[in-house]
């Protein structure tokens, strides 16, 4: 479960204060996937960031009971002058899993040959990209949180054998995805939320939630 409890945050811009979320609580239960619509600038990606745990908020209180993902395409938490066998390894210590088979995992998927043993710094933005989301594929979580801004790779094997990698963990998970387009979220959820003036307003289906959104557009 992911739950926010009267949680404010916003960002000083030059036109004074961005408000994100304004005393919003709202709750995603595991085994009810939720996407979230919002326009471009609204603060998806850092909704998605406090859900993680990445941001903070200026008030109220995150609640996590459950093994959340980092978000798709995020890169924090990997050390450029380490190899991706050395990323690979680390990362899978600090969740407690065997460093072997993460490895293993990554050098499956990614098929990097002997870069997967170069540092990250002289990898190019594909390259990272791919060795990103192998990462998050090799472990496992309870909900998995994917921002529609995620990195894209342009690799098509790549895409095949991770597409089919994520399409198993996504039958047996929960997916909180953010998007400015419905058409995305049909794809991984029936019940959707409209971000709008710093509240989130839940809805059980997504053609309810789109009603309010077409209204702001």
């Given at each position: 479960m992911i739950e926010f409890l009267d949680v404010s945050k916003s960002f000083a811009t030059g036109?004074?204060?961005?408000?994100?979320?304004?005393?919003a609580s709202f709750r995603v239960e595991v085994?009810?996937?939720?996407?979230?619509?919002?326009?471009?600038?609204?603060g998806k990606t850092?909704?998605?960031?406090?859900?993680?745990?990445?941001?903070?908020?200026?008030?109220?209180?995150?609640?996590?009971?459950?093994?959340?993902?980092?978000p798709l395409g995020f890169?924090?938490?990997?050390v450029s002058k380490h190899t991706a066998t050395e990323n690979s390894r680390y990362i899978a210590r600090l969740y407690g899993l065997d460093p072997d088979y993460v490895e293993s995992f990554c050098r499956w998927l990614c098929d990097m040959e002997q870069y997967f043993d170069m540092p990250l710094g002289t990898y190019?933005?594909?390259m990272r990209g791919r060795f990103n989301f192998a990462l998050m594929?090799?472990?496992?979580?309870?909900?998995?949180?994917?921002?529609?801004?995620?990195?894209?790779?342009?690799?098509?094997?790549?895409?095949?054998?991770?597409?089919?990698?994520?399409?198993?963990?996504?039958?047996?998970?929960?997916?909180?995805?953010?998007?400015?387009?419905?058409?995305t979220l049909e794809k991984f959820c029936k019940s959707a939320a409209v971000l709008r003036n710093g509240q989130l307003y839940m809805f059980e289906t997504l053609q309810e939630a789109k009603i309010l959104y077409d209204y702001d557009s």
């Open positions: 036109n004074g204060r961005k408000v994100i979320l304004n005393r085994g009810n996937s939720l996407g979230i619509l919002a326009h471009n600038g609204t850092t909704i998605i960031n406090m859900m993680a745990g990445l941001e903070k908020p200026d008030e109220g209180i995150v609640n996590r009971t459950s093994r959340i993902s980092f890169m924090g938490g990997v190019s933005s594909g594929l090799a472990l496992e979580f309870d909900i998995y949180l994917i921002d529609e801004g995620m990195p894209a790779t342009t690799d098509v094997e790549f895409n095949r054998k991770a597409g089919g990698v994520l399409r198993e963990r996504l039958a047996n998970a929960t997916v909180v995805v953010v998007s400015h387009q419905p058409s």
